[in-house]
Each structure stands twice: as C-alpha cells, then as structure tokens.
C-alpha cells in the first residue's frame, strides 16, 4: 500500500511555470512506475506524463510534450512534474498516481492501469 500527497499547484499568469510535486509513502515507492493525469469537471480524467521505475523511461502526452517534464526522486520517495510555458487550457486538477508492478523500464498511460492515487491539487493558469 502507498499513500500520495500532491504539492504545488496554485493560480500562474499563461506563460509561467510551476513544479508539481507527488510525495509518496513506503520503502518501495523506487518499485512503482508513477504517472501524472489531470481533470476538468465534466471531462475524462487525462493522461498528461508518465515515467517507469529502473530505467526510468518517460512519456509525456502530445498537449503537453515540450512544456512539462515528469522526474522523480527515489531517495525522496517524491515524483515531480515540471510545467513551463503554461496555458489556460492547462487548468485542472492533477493527480499522480502508483502502479503496483515489478515490470521494469515500462511507463503506463491509462488511467485504469494504476491502483493509487492521490487527492490532486488544482491548477489555474489565467489569460
């Protein structure tokens, strides 16, 4: 089992940046591939960056790839997301999320294929 706490949202001009960060309970929080989505009322929640445990491959969807970055600190039990150059349409809230699995060098990009996840925090990014 693994707790996530997510950190750093808040409101940012388009533009601007902010660094979101995910804090993870457990001693094998290094085993999970980790995965950040976001979400607007009345819409699917969404794909937004995904990074594996071991080799740590990432991958970040196409709205967002070139602007937001997905790392992570196993000696922090923390994953963080990076997002620059930020737009009204950005605006959500993001969670991250846990994937109890042994596979290595995998990323997961669909919401149903993890098992934690976290309360979210919200983002607004104003015109």
């Known amino acids: 089992q693994v707790q996530l706490v997510e950190s750093g949202g808040g409101l940012v001009q388009a533009g601007g940046s902010l660094r979101l960060s995910c804090a993870a309970s457990g001693r094998t929080f290094s085993t999970y591939p980790m995965g950040w989505f976001r979400q607007v009322p009345g819409k699917e929640r969404e794909f937004v960056a995904a990074?594996?445990?071991?080799?740590?491959?990432?991958y970040c969807a196409d709205s967002v790839k070139g602007r937001f970055t997905i790392s992570r600190d196993n000696a922090k039990n923390t994953v963080y997301l990076q997002m620059t150059s930020l737009k009204p349409e950005d605006t959500a809230i993001y969670y991250c999320?846990?994937?109890?699995?042994?596979?290595?060098?995998?990323?997961?990009?669909?919401?149903?294929?993890?098992?934690?996840w976290g309360q979210g925090t919200q983002v607004t990014v104003s015109s």
């Open positions: 999320a846990a994937k109890d699995t042994y596979s290595s060098g995998v990323y997961y990009t669909a919401a149903g294929q993890y098992h934690y």
């Open positions: 990074i594996s445990r071991g080799t740590l491959n990432t």
